[in-house]
C-alpha cells in the first residue's frame, strides 16, 4: 500500500513513492502528479563540461538517478556535453546568458573553485551562477600504469627524488587546475621544484586515463571515482595512493593513504550543481527542495556509493558559505605555488 505524507514545503512531493527494499533497490509505489510549473518536476538537463568518463559525467548521473528514485514519473534528467576548459566555457556560458533558464543545471567540483578562485572562468564573479546542491565528495588520487615499476608511492617518491624530468604527469585539466596541483604537491613534497614538473593536458579524467593505458604518461593525479570507472572498463592500472585523511572504504578499502606514506596531502574533490543566478527564487528552491528530498531518501547512500562518492551533502545557505571558504582557501594555496591570477 502506498504510503502518504504532507510535506511543509511549498513544491514537496505529494506522495512518498519510493522505499528501500530488502534487497536495497528502490522502487515506486505510486507516482507523484507533478507540478509543471517546478523546473524540478519538468523535462531539464544537466551539463558535463568535460568529455566522457570524468568526475563531472559522474555527478550528472548521480543527479539523474537520484531524482528519478524520489520522482519516478518526471522525465529523466538529460544529459549533455559540453567540454571546454574543464568547465570553463560552461561558466562563461551560463553567465552570460547564451546558455542557461530554470531547466539547465551544470556539474561543478572542488577543481572548479580553485579555477574561479584563479580566475581562470572568463571575468565573472562567484555570483554569476547559484549553488544548487553539493551530492558527495570525491578523493584524489595517484594512479600508475599496472605494469609500472612503482609499486607504492615511497617509491615513486624515491625515483621523483632522483630524476624529476622523467617522470611525466598527466591528467585533466592545465598548469593552476585542481589536478596540476596535486602534481605540484607531489613533486614539492619530494623537494623538486614544481615550476619544472613534466604535466601533460587532457580534457577530462577520462582522456588522461586513457593515455595512461597506452604509456603516454607515467603518472595520473587524478580522482577515485574516476579511476575506479576506468579499472571497471578494463583500463589495466594501480592505485598507488588515496588523498584522503584516512583509509576509505569500498573498492579504496585496500589503498593506503598518501600520509601512511609519508607524504602529508589530503585533497577532497566535493561534486555538485549550480545554475544560472537569472533563474527566478522559486526555480532555485525547487531545486534545492528536490535534492534535500534526494539525498534524504532511503537509498541514497547505497546510490552514492555506487557512483563512487563518499558522504556530503550541503544545499543552501551552508553550501553559499562552503563556497566562498574554499575559493579563499585555494585563492591562498595557488599564491603559494606561484599562480598566475587572471583577474583582478
Not at 177 to 204: C, I, N, P, T, Y
Not at 218 to 233: I, P, R, S
Not at 271 to 295: C, H, N
Request: charged letters at 20%.
Amino acid at each position: 500500500m502506498p504510503i502518504r505524507i504532507d510535506h511543509p514545503r511549498r513544491h514537496a512531493l505529494r506522495a512518498l513513492s519510493a522505499l528501500l527494499l530488502p534487497g536495497g533497490a528502490m522502487r515506486a509505489f505510486a507516482a507523484p502528479q507533478l507540478d509543471p510549473a517546478d523546473p524540478s518536476q519538468a523535462a531539464a538537463e544537466c551539463i558535463i563540461p568535460a568529455k566522457a568518463g570524468g568526475g563531472f559525467a559522474l555527478t550528472c548521473a548521480l543527479a539523474r538517478d537520484a531524482l528519478q528514485a524520489v520522482r519516478p514519473a518526471r522525465a529523466p534528467l538529460a544529459q549533455r556535453f559540453l567540454p571546454g576548459g574543464i568547465g570553463a566555457l560552461a561558466f562563461d556560458r551560463i553567465a552570460t546568458g547564451r546558455l542557461g533558464g530554470p531547466g539547465t543545471l551544470v556539474a561543478f567540483s572542488s577543481g572548479s573553485l580553485l579555477n574561479l578562485a584563479q580566475g581562470r572562468f572568463g571575468p565573472h564573479p562567484t555570483s554569476a551562477v547559484r549553488w544548487v546542491a553539493a551530492l558527495g565528495t570525491d578523493y584524489g588520487v595517484v594512479v600508475v600504469h599496472r605494469d609500472s615499476p612503482w609499486r607504492s608511492l615511497r617509491e615513486l617518491m624515491a625515483a621523483l627524488r632522483q630524476s624529476p624530468s622523467r617522470i611525466v604527469f598527466g591528467a585533466g585539466g592545465t598548469v593552476g587546475s585542481q589536478d596540476w596541483v596535486k602534481a605540484a604537491l607531489l613533486v614539492r613534497a619530494a623537494g623538486g621544484d614544481h615550476r619544472a614538473m613534466r604535466f601533460v593536458s587532457f580534457e577530462g579524467g577520462g582522456d588522461a586515463l586513457g593515455a595512461l593505458q597506452g604509456r603516454h604518461v607515467d603518472v595520473f593525479a587524478g580522482d577515485a571515482a574516476e579511476a575506479l570507472q576506468a579499472m571497471a572498463g578494463g583500463t589495466a592500472v594501480r592505485l598507488l595512493a588515496v588523498l584522503s585523511e584516512a583509509r576509505l572504504g569500498g573498492a579504496l578499502a585496500g589503498v593506503p593513504t598518501a600520509r601512511e606514506q609519508g607524504v602529508d596531502l589530503v585533497w577532497p574533490t566535493v561534486r555538485g550543481l549550480y545554475i544560472s543566478a537569472d533563474v527566478p527564487d522559486a526555480a532555485l528552491r525547487a531545486w534545492t527542495t528536490a535534492f534535500e528530498e534526494a539525498m534524504a531518501a532511503p537509498g541514497y547512500a547505497a546510490l552514492r556509493e555506487r557512483h563512487g562518492l563518499y558522504p556530503f551533502a550541503l544545499t543552501g545557505p551552508a553550501l553559499d558559505a562552503y563556497v566562498r571558504e574554499r575559493i579563499l582557501a585555494y585563492r591562498q594555496q595557488a599564491e603559494a605555488l606561484r599562480l598566475r591570477r587572471w583577474n583582478p
